[in-house]
């Protein structure tokens, strides 16, 4: 199966500032990773799909890059509704497969 | 709009066997795969399986394979997941999704003697 790999485990940031996470799958995906925020107590919401693509009414300020075996999501401008829980998904191969996540807590 | 409805929270023994439902509406039905994940309490996102509302394929995760059985009813735009012999360690919310695109509210399943 395809391991995916977030870094870091937890990023602390001020509100304001940008937030750069990583992830790294153990072999090729193309584009097809997706990621997602989770606060406490609710569902995964979709953020960005096909590595680089916004879901439906998210802000501009999730940016995601990357292909193959390396992708990464900036938030720019951190706002205080920001601070959750991201993951990473591939949908290139069965099983589909997620990081483990990074927590994105307020400095 | 797209909503995803799951069934309420169940207790089971360790042994027993736990269905879940969700219940699509706002879509048409068969046009999108339905997802189930497991998240443990305090840990992340693990994929469970997958069916084709179509056609009814099913795809799952070696964890679970064996143990579970994805089904639809599509005349009540209705997915199921039924996970059996349970241990302490399937304690977790059940999400099922649409796609990678909408979730439902997810269903805490809770295995304790």
């Known amino acids: 199966e395809v391991v995916m790999t977030q870094s870091p485990a937890t990023l602390s940031v001020s509100p304001g500032d940008r937030a750069t996470l990583s992830c790294w799958a153990s072999?090729?995906?193309?584009?097809?990773l997706v990621w997602y925020q989770q606060k406490p107590g609710q569902a995964p919401r979709l953020l960005i799909y096909?590595?680089?693509t916004r879901a439906t009414g998210i802000p501009a300020r999730f940016i995601g890059s990357g292909s193959g075996t390396e992708f990464t999501l900036t938030i720019s401008r951190l706002q205080s509704e920001d601070f959750a829980v991201y993951y990473c998904?591939?949908?290139?191969?069965?099983?589909?497969?997620f990081g483990q996540g990074t927590k994105v807590e307020i400095k | 709009q797209v909503q995803l409805v799951q069934s309420g929270a169940e207790v089971k023994k360790p042994g027993a066997s736990v269905k879940v439902s969700c219940k699509a509406s706002g879509y048409i039905f068969t046009n999108y795969a339905i997802h189930w994940v497991h998240q443990a309490p305090g840990q992340g996102l693990e994929w469970v399986g997958w069916?084709?509302?179509?056609?009814?394929?099913?795809k799952y995760s070696p964890k679970f394979q064996g143990r579970v059985t994805i089904s639809r009813d599509t005349s009540a735009r209705t997915v199921y997941m039924e996970l059996r012999s349970l241990t302490s360690e399937d304690t977790a919310v059940y999400y099922c999704?649409?796609?990678?695109?909408?979730w439902g509210q997810g269903t805490l399943v809770t295995v304790s003697s």
């Open positions: 096909t590595a680089s």
């Open positions: 998904q591939q949908y290139n191969n069965w099983p589909r497969t």
């Open positions: 072999q090729s995906i193309s584009s097809n």
């Open positions: 999704a649409r796609g990678e695109l909408d």
């Open positions: 069916i084709d509302t179509d056609n009814g394929e099913t």
